[in-house]
């Protein structure tokens, strides 16, 4: 079973995807709080198995005067009160082999950045700690490339592996899915769609990542039709003033809508 090394998931039992969601970066205790309330309300009606999302760092950044975060032991901190709290399970990015058994005392899963993921020493340094290794796809990596990342976490002695699609670059500007990688690459582990970082749109001249919003649910409803495990989504209740990422993240009232769409087409799909 895709979950059963996730303490406290829930609703392991559904045939829904399960749900990686939460902001960019840990903006603060208030934020964090807020956003996982709303998201464990939606999921729970919903019977979406739900880890909620938080980077305690922000290490890949255009600019040096943007955003990184609040401190990484006072964002850490937060993400464990939020898993206490809800009794949910966490995920955060590690940019370092140091923060896999840093990061591995406050959250669940660990996530290895796509620009980072062919980094032997930190996908086996998380690895080790024993947490599910969630390994993002490179932005520059076939599908089938993906399968190395995996023997990497099984090379360490771990069989805790998740692969993410992000998308791919599509000229300088631009990335694009391409829904074929899915099928591939759930023959190496259980796959994520990350919807809204697959829209985003890099290397803007301003330094400032650009995105697609609008195509959110397009992604998200061809990613349940192609049978992907899981959803990855960035949201926030003012994407426009987030510190990270806001070009691309789902605002957070229109959550709900596009889970519940999600979740009938993903039943239709069983049914057949």
């Not at 694009?176 to 001249?205: E, K």
Request: glycine share 6%.
């Amino acid at each position: 079973m895709i979950l059963q090394d996730i303490p406290k998931i829930k609703h392991t039992n559904s045939n829904n995807f399960f749900l990686l969601a939460g902001p960019c970066a840990i903006e603060g205790e208030d934020m964090a709080m807020r956003i996982a309330e709303r998201i464990i309300s939606i999921t729970g009606k919903l019977e979406i198995p739900f880890v909620f999302k938080g980077s305690f760092k922000k290490a890949n950044r255009s600019r040096i005067d943007s955003f990184t975060g609040i401190g990484d032991d006072k964002a850490l901190e937060i993400l464990k009160k939020v898993s206490e709290k809800f009794d949910v399970p966490t995920v955060t990015d590690i940019h370092e082999t140091t923060d896999a058994e840093k990061a591995a005392q406050y959250v669940d899963v660990l996530q290895i950045p796509a620009f980072l993921v062919r980094q032997t020493d930190l996908v086996v340094a998380a690895a080790k700690t024993g947490k599910v290794v969630n390994l993002k796809k490179g932005q520059f990596m076939s599908p089938e490339a993906m399968q190395h990342a995996v023997q990497k976490v099984k090379d360490a002695g771990s069989n805790k592996a998740w692969v993410t699609d992000r998308g791919t670059m599509f000229g300088y500007q631009d990335m694009i899915v391409d829904f074929r990688g899915i099928p591939t690459m759930r023959q190496y582990a259980p796959v994520v769609l990350d919807v809204t970082h697959s829209l985003q749109q890099p290397n803007q001249s301003s330094g400032v990542t650009g995105g697609r919003p609008d195509m959110i649910e397009t992604i998200a409803r061809a990613g349940v039709v192609n049978n992907v495990d899981g959803l990855f989504i960035e949201t926030h209740f003012d994407p426009a003033n987030a510190k990270s990422d806001g070009a691309n993240m789902l605002h957070l009232d229109h959550l709900e809508r596009l889970l519940t769409n999600l979740v009938a087409i993903r039943s239709t799909i069983n049914s057949l």
